[in-house]
């Protein structure tokens, strides 16, 4: 239900004769000493009276005088028939029930300011014409329904109600707002363009323009003409009805003027505007598309948005100019529309609390020093300061399907069942969390590679204060853009082990829990699967690991079919695959021969993605050593993937052993990020075997098993411990004679 602020008793809009005495007043009689009825003014009838009482002299109306509705106590409804051209000099509806005006004819207003008092509703459905000016007073109210032509104005003195049908309902003259409270009302449920330009003569008015529901998309009205604000506050309401459209798409000028709005409505401001002293925004929603639409800026930072109590909408994609300072004197928000982006550097004061909402993104740039709480309701809100928190100090919550992204500094406490997504448009970044995060109540990190790499090209959330709370119903969720790819079988990077730092904890930050994401979305491939965890710098860590050894060991399938022995294993499908030998196992890999590409066999159908690759070799010296790879051109240890080697004894026994690479708990080649290495030199000494091993900084404190075989079958536990440096040197004592040929690092 629309609702209206009037400043007097009554609600007045009239054809005003500015004093009826100054014309004939003709009164309504059309039924003798007896109550007026409906019937038809002409001006041949004599229907009317000059008296203010009934009787039964009547005479015939003369045009361009001032006709009263009715003669005598009038309470009935009554319906004039017009049904060719008359003119006056204003009206008066004295019934206290309505008077309507129908027909084929039209009512003329002689010039000059004349008044329309609605004693009852007047609704106008024949064209007014002429040159005069409507002044509506008195408290019914006056319903323009036709295409009016009438030239001279529309003055609304405040406290009545106006409703307007079609585009013309003003005639072509202006709207003269001469008072508090009146209320321009769209009566139908078409959309219309009213063309009339307005007057403000006093500062201080207030008019309620209640545009309508919108139709397709369209606002309920538009007011195309001009809006030439005095000095001072002149203020715009609604409509109580929230889902209300109002535009004012003609420009709004005033060099010294301050536009307020209020109301639940939205008020659309679509022009090129040029008023100057700033937007107060009480309640409902101002709507913009452009930075001018909201006047003109100073050239110096200055107060030029409050927001008290309202939401300031962005109906397109656009940079607020940043001298346009913007203050929360109350609950406020600040709507980005579909699809859309708001773009602000400027600084947002108050001690007030500011809500997102909108689908679209709004990118804050500057240090703001709001005090109250962020909530961000719906769509993005991305921070991108890089000078101070770019959402106030106070804590931030994330409703659910709401996202926190950006490259700046968030100095407030994070949670909610919402999502973080650091980063912008232009790519991935590192978000700065300065008082927590707590996802563990259903929030989600939204996290998406950019680039096949570890180095860069991947979001992080910089941790530098406060707790790490994940766990719950958290969630990360997994995505690839870019020039990124999703895992894939026969992709080289993917099939390796890799890891991402996802959440970096320093300074005061913490995880007191050591918690870490409960669920992983979009996490399994064929090719491998991501899991996360929180290391002992509270740091978590995005782990893929492929689900097939990198390479397995190379092996006799016995002998070949043109003498020689066929060496085989199984990996993924489409590797350009080569072997190397050596007859000397210490010697750098570099240095080894190159035998040449191995042949690959798709094993599918039943093995989809996978085949197996072979090559025959025969090796003239014993031992010969054979090990394969990915690459054709040396030095071969530069290889991304890592390589098994088998050696030849007797032409007949392969052996595989290990080049200096990762071994996981079940033996098989893996590379980590900065693992585990048995480093070159190991050596013997006084009978026993010394081996050092590498581990990376974060797997320190871990703890480890040396664990050695004579046969890579049967795997026994030498030694245990835990990681205090790195590297770590191990000596084997019950090593005499070579009782252990193969060692490995095992960690949990």
Do not use: H
């Amino acid at each position: 239900m629309r609702k209206f602020i009037l400043t007097s008793s009554c609600l007045i809009l009239s054809l005003l004769a500015r004093n009826a005495g100054a014309v004939t007043s003709y009164y309504w009689d059309n039924n003798g000493t007896s109550a007026a009825t409906s019937g038809t003014w002409d001006t041949t009838s004599t229907l009317w009276t000059t008296s203010t009482t009934l009787t039964a002299s009547t005479v015939a109306y003369i045009n361009g005088s001032f006709p009263r509705f009715s003669a005598g106590t009038a309470t009935t409804a009554l319906t004039i028939t017009v049904n060719s051209p008359v003119t006056c000099a204003g009206m008066y509806a004295q019934t206290s029930s309505a008077v309507t005006f129908s027909g084929t004819g039209s009512i003329g207003i002689v010039s000059g300011l004349q008044g329309f008092l609605c004693g009852g509703n007047i609704t106008c459905n024949v064209p007014l014409t002429g040159s005069g000016e409507i002044d509506q007073q008195v408290g019914g109210f006056l319903a323009l329904n036709a295409n009016n032509t009438y030239s001279g104005g529309t003055q609304v003195t405040g406290g009545q109600v106006t409703y307007y049908y079609n585009n013309n309902s003003f005639g072509t003259g202006p709207i003269i707002v001469a008072g508090s409270g009146q209320a321009l009302v769209n009566g139908g449920s078409a959309a219309l363009t009213i063309p009339n330009n307005f007057s403000f003569p006093t500062a201080g008015y207030q008019i309620n323009l209640a545009g309508g529901n919108s139709v397709a998309g369209a606002p309920g009205t538009t007011f195309s003409g001009n809006f030439p604000l005095p000095s001072g506050t002149t203020t715009i309401e609604t409509s109580s009805t929230a889902t209300e459209v109002t535009e004012i798409s003609g420009i709004v000028s005033g060099s010294m003027a301050t536009l307020t709005v209020s109301d639940a409505g939205t008020l659309i401001l679509g022009g090129n505007n040029t008023y100057a002293d700033g937007t107060v925004i009480l309640s409902g929603v101002v709507s913009v598309s452009a930075d001018n639409n909201l006047g003109t800026a100073s050239s110096t930072a200055n107060l030029n948005i409050t927001l008290s109590g309202g939401t300031l909408n962005a109906g397109n994609t656009f940079t607020l100019n940043p001298k346009r300072l913007i203050s929360l004197t109350a609950n406020s928000g600040i709507s980005v529309s579909t699809g859309k982006t708001l773009t602000y550097a400027g600084a947002i004061t108050g001690s007030a609390a500011l809500s997102k909402t909108g689908a679209g993104t709004l990118a804050l740039a500057g240090a703001n020093g709001y005090t109250g709480t962020t909530t961000i309701s719906s769509g993005t809100l991305e921070a991108d300061s890089q000078s101070g928190s770019s959402v106030g100090a106070n804590s931030v919550l994330l409703s659910p399907g709401a996202t926190l992204s950006g490259s700046g500094i968030v100095s407030g406490a994070v949670s909610g069942a919402g999502n973080v997504a650091p980063g912008t448009p232009a790519g991935p970044a590192t978000l700065t969390l300065g008082n927590g995060l707590n996802l563990s109540s259903g929030g989600t990190y939204v996290w998406s590679l950019s680039a096949n790499s570890t180095s860069g090209n991947f979001p992080v959330i910089s941790l530098i204060g406060g707790n790490l709370a994940l766990g719950g119903t958290s969630k990360l969720s997994i995505g690839f853009n870019g020039t990124a790819s999703a895992p894939a079988t026969n992709n080289p990077f993917w099939q390796t082990q890799e890891a991402w730092t996802v959440i970096s904890a320093s300074g005061s930050a913490g995880d007191t829990g050591m918690t870490q994401f409960t669920t992983l979305l979009n996490g399994s491939y064929a090719a491998g699967n991501f899991t996360n965890y929180v290391n002992g710098n509270g740091n978590i860590v995005l782990l893929y690991k492929p689900n097939f050894a990198v390479f397995d060991a190379l092996y006799d399938s016995g002998p070949g079919f043109f003498s020689g022995e066929n060496l085989i294993f199984t990996n993924f499908s489409g590797l350009a695959l080569f072997a190397w030998a050596s007859t000397n196992a210490s010697l750098s890999v570099s240095n080894w021969t190159l035998v040449g590409p191995m042949e690959e066999q798709p094993l599918a159908p039943e093995l989809p993605g996978y085949s197996r690759y072979s090559m025959n070799v025969v090796p003239t010296v014993s031992p010969t050593y054979y090990v394969a790879g990915n690459t054709n051109a040396g030095p071969y240890i530069y290889s991304p993937v890592p390589a098994s080697i088998l050696t030849t004894p007797d032409f007949s026994t392969f052996t595989v052993i290990n080049t200096n690479v990762a071994i996981t708990a079940s033996g098989v080649l893996a590379l980590q990020p900065a693992p585990p290495v048995i480093l070159p030199g190991s050596s013997y000494s006084s009978g026993q075997f010394q081996l050092q091993f590498s581990s990376a900084a974060y797997e320190l404190n871990y703890g480890f098993s040396i664990q050695g075989s004579t046969n890579l079958s049967t795997w026994t536990n030498i030694s245990s411990g835990t990681i205090s440096s790195s590297p770590m040197t191990f000596t084997d004592p019950a090593a005499t004679l070579y009782s252990n040929q193969f060692y490995r690092v095992v960690l949990p």
